[in-house]
Nanobody, 119 residues
Framework: QLQLVQSGGGLVQPGGSLRLSCAAS???????????IGWFRQAPGKGREGVSC????????NYADSVKGRFTITRDTAKNTVYLQMNSLKPEDTAVYYC?????????WGQGTQVTVSS
């Protein structure tokens, strides 16, 4: 079974930056390479929000309006890893972030990583 392993995240001050990583492991790691990958987030007391998505060839990306111009999604095929670079972070970006295959809530999920933006 595909396992998505996340890293990055943590505590940062407003205006700071963080980078999240989502890597595949296991015998089905090729599934990450061959599929779109998305990032979702869920803040305390709020619903799940789609943040960004990148297609398998990295030719198409999209972003939630709330993060456009601040977040960048990329993928490294050689490392079988998808990244979410988050700049100019705001307190409202505080949430648990998840990567998911196919940019679909029904896909395979990573374990989640906490991002806290606070002074």
């Amino acid at each position: 079974q595909l396992q998505l392993v996340q890293s990055g995240g943590g505590l940062v001050q407003p205006g700071g930056s963080l980078r999240l990583s989502c890597a595949a492991s296991g015998e089905t790691a090729f599934i990450l390479r061959d599929n779109a990958i998305g990032w979702f987030r869920q803040a305390p007391g709020k619903g799940r929000e789609g943040v960004s998505c990148i297609d398998s060839s990295a030719t198409s990306t999209n972003y939630a309006d709330s993060v456009k111009g601040r977040f960048t999604i990329t993928r490294d095929t050689a490392k079988n890893t998808v990244y979410l670079q988050m700049n100019s972070l705001k307190p409202e970006d505080t949430a648990v972030y998840y990567c998911v295959t196919d940019c679909d809530p029904l896909g395979n999920w990573g374990q989640g990583t906490q991002v806290t933006v606070s002074s």
